[in-house]
């Protein structure tokens, strides 16, 4: 079971990585065009899925599922613009902070408890993203870029929030399918003005982004049911290492020592936090 969690999880991050791939091959398209595709392409799984099953598109949560659906989009647009200002793998590195803000919001709004050492594993990542910030190019460009991924995070921390207020009263894909419908309209209505029609095989890249979005997510939800959390939730940080990867090879990514210092960091102090995540919910069971 865990070898076949592995592997799911490998599919997953590379699933991911040509999304940001393909994100970055755009740059001549707006970023709400980039959204309105990648939104089409999943509701091409999701809409059939709900279908099939003859399930509810409207849910029972709705205010909650339209909230996590606006929050999810401004995290993804504007994660998907700071890949137009900095090096791929330094996006996602500080998009992967997310659970971070998640946990400091459910300290206040959900009234969970935060273990101290939880705090020192918080404190290793921010200090990567410190040393990202602190030598890597020194540009208005970077610091736009820095801050735009910075602020997804923080949306993408309320995702989890409105995600763990839904629980288990609605399907996934269903919450799924709000996230979508909301970003192709919004995404759709905001594109209008700089809309730019696709040629030849920018057709097959805009709309492989649902698909690669849908199938990395529907990968790593598949390796998180048949292996255990602590072993199998680290290897999404593969998606960072394969990212720079790519970046250095198609789009001739550059990155300094401190910068991969600030990466390892982020990912460690990441992974340390799932560790204790996982042996305090362990330690309750017993």
Same mark, same amino acid.
């Given at each position: 079971?865990?070898k076949?969690?592995?592997?799911y999880?490998?599919?997953?991050?590379?699933?991911?990585?040509?999304l940001? =791939?393909?994100?970055? @091959?755009?740059?001549?398209?707006?970023?709400?065009? +980039?959204?309105?595709?990648? %939104?089409?392409g999943?509701?091409?799984?999701?809409?059939?899925?709900?279908?099939?099953?003859?399930?509810?598109?409207?849910?029972?949560?709705?205010?909650?599922?339209?909230?996590?659906?606006?929050?999810?989009? /401004?995290s993804?647009?504007?994660?998907?613009?700071? $890949?137009k200002?900095? %090096?791929?793998?330094? %996006?996602?590195?500080?998009?992967?902070? %997310?659970? +971070?803000?998640?946990?400091?919001?459910?300290?206040?709004?959900?009234?969970?408890?935060?273990?101290p050492?939880q705090w020192?594993?918080?404190?290793?990542?921010?200090?990567?993203?410190?040393?990202?910030?602190?030598?890597?190019?020194?540009?208005?460009?970077? /610091?736009?870029?820095?801050?735009?991924?910075?602020? @997804?995070?923080?949306?993408?921390?309320?995702?989890?929030?409105?995600?763990?207020?839904?629980?288990?009263?609605?399907?996934? =894909?269903?919450?799924?399918?709000?996230?979508?419908?909301i970003?192709?309209?919004?995404?759709?209505?905001?594109?209008?003005?700089?809309?730019?029609?696709?040629?030849?095989?920018?057709?097959?890249? $805009?709309?492989?982004?649902?698909?690669?979005?849908?199938?990395?997510?529907?990968y790593?939800?598949?390796?998180?049911?048949v292996?255990?959390?602590?072993?199998?939730?680290? $290897?999404?940080?593969?998606? =960072?290492?394969?990212?720079?990867? /790519?970046?250095?090879?198609?789009?001739?990514?550059s990155?300094?020592?401190?910068?991969?210092?600030? +990466?390892?960091?982020?990912m460690?102090?990441?992974?340390?936090?799932?560790?204790?995540?996982? @042996?305090?919910?362990?330690?309750?069971?017993?």
């Open positions: 079971m865990l076949k969690a592995i592997q999880m490998i599919i997953s991050a590379l699933a991911f990585t040509f940001n =791939v393909f994100v970055k @091959s755009l740059n001549n398209f707006s970023v709400y065009q +980039i959204v309105f595709f990648r %939104a089409l999943s509701l091409f799984f999701t809409i059939p899925f709900l279908l099939k099953k003859k399930m509810s598109f409207l849910g029972n949560k709705r205010g909650l599922m339209i909230m996590r659906g606006i929050v999810g989009l /401004i993804m647009t504007l994660f998907f613009l700071s $890949l200002y900095i %090096a791929m793998g330094t %996006a996602v590195s500080l998009r992967y902070i %997310a659970p +971070i803000f998640a946990t400091f919001f459910a300290l206040f709004i959900l009234k969970e408890r935060i273990k050492i020192l594993c918080f404190a290793v990542a921010f200090s990567g993203v410190l040393i990202l910030k602190g030598f890597d190019e020194d540009s208005e460009i970077q /610091i736009i870029g820095v801050v735009l991924a910075l602020t @997804s995070a923080v949306f993408s921390g309320f995702v989890y929030i409105f995600i763990r207020k839904i629980g288990d009263a609605e399907h996934p =894909v269903v919450i799924v399918n709000y996230f979508m419908v970003s192709a309209v919004i995404g759709g209505l905001l594109s209008i003005n700089d809309w730019k029609n696709p040629e030849g095989k920018e057709w097959l890249i $805009l709309m492989s982004l649902g698909v690669f979005g849908y199938f990395a997510q529907l790593m939800t598949k390796a998180m049911q292996g255990e959390t602590n072993q199998i939730a680290p $290897l999404k940080y593969l998606e =960072v290492i394969f990212t720079i990867i /790519i970046g250095l090879i198609w789009f001739k990514e990155y300094t020592i401190w910068s991969l210092v600030g +990466i390892l960091l982020i460690v102090g990441l992974t340390l936090n799932i560790m204790v995540k996982r @042996s305090k919910k362990i330690n309750r069971n017993y």
